[in-house]
């Protein structure tokens, strides 16, 4: 996954062995659509709010928190929250709430789509292997989020040998767990309460019209 992130790569010989290894920092990922393009499901201005402002205050502060920590910081952000426990201790609450966050936004962006997609080939054929058909998936993925208790996301997620749907909270990260991520919807008040208010079921409902299932499609089959 792209992180944003660019740098330059210390080498051992020697030709390289002066060279000041330089880390930009995470960066907000562009969105992959226009801000209206989830419209009527998620509203322009919910957009516009949750990517410019809420994913880019992840990214800042996760930026923030691994300042002089460049050990860490020359990893991918998708490998330091996976290897969370080998964060220093003084920074790993900041990065598990902040890098979980800027992964976790840069995750969910292109896993919607106003494409009006059914699932099909082999994630569809693992939906109906684990949950019977495409309705008893959307019916337990629905009713997971809307029964997440305070802030957090509903995953389903591959673990290694079949598909599972998780709720995790605040920023938590699957990847912490060793699962791999294929699919998730943010039930963070932020995402949702400009329209739907404290009607998070409907939210449910309209992002079900969005999933991007040719996207889930290509994360589960990097996974097989
Ligand atoms: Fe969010």
Redesign the pocket.
């Known amino acids: 996954m792209d992180t944003g992130c660019k740098g330059y790569e210390a080498r051992n010989g020697s030709y390289w062995k002066n060279i000041v290894v330089v880390k930009m920092k995470f960066e907000l990922p562009k969105l992959p659509y226009d801000y209206n393009a989830l419209e009527p499901y998620i509203d322009e201005q919910t957009m516009r709010i ?1 990517h410019g402002k ?2 880019q205050a992840y990214a800042d502060k996760f930026n923030t928190a691994l300042e002089g920590h460049d050990d860490v910081k020359n990893k991918s952000a998708e490998e330091i929250i996976q290897n969370l426990n080998t964060v220093p201790e003084t920074i790993r609450t900041a990065v598990r709430n902040f890098g979980g ?1 800027y992964i ?2 840069n995750f ?1 962006w292109p896993v919607m789509k106003n494409d009006n997609q059914q699932p099909d080939g082999e994630i569809a054929e693992a939906i109906a292997k684990k949950f019977g058909n495409f309705e008893k998936f959307k019916e337990t993925f629905s009713n997971s989020a809307a029964s997440l208790f305070g802030s957090g996301w509903t995953w389903l997620v591959f673990n290694g040998e079949y598909l599972e749907i998780l709720n995790l909270p605040n920023q938590d990260s699957p990847l912490t767990i060793g699962k791999t991520p294929l699919l998730a919807i ?1 039930v ?1 008040e ?2 949702y309460y400009l329209k739907y208010q404290n009607r998070r079921a409907d939210y449910i409902n309209a992002f079900m019209n969005i999933i991007n299932w040719q996207q889930v499609e290509k994360l589960y089959k990097n996974t097989q």
Do not use: E, K, L, Q
Request: charged share 10%; proline share 0%; glycine share 10%.
């Open positions: 949750h809420h994913h966050g976790n936004h969910f943010d963070w932020h995402a």
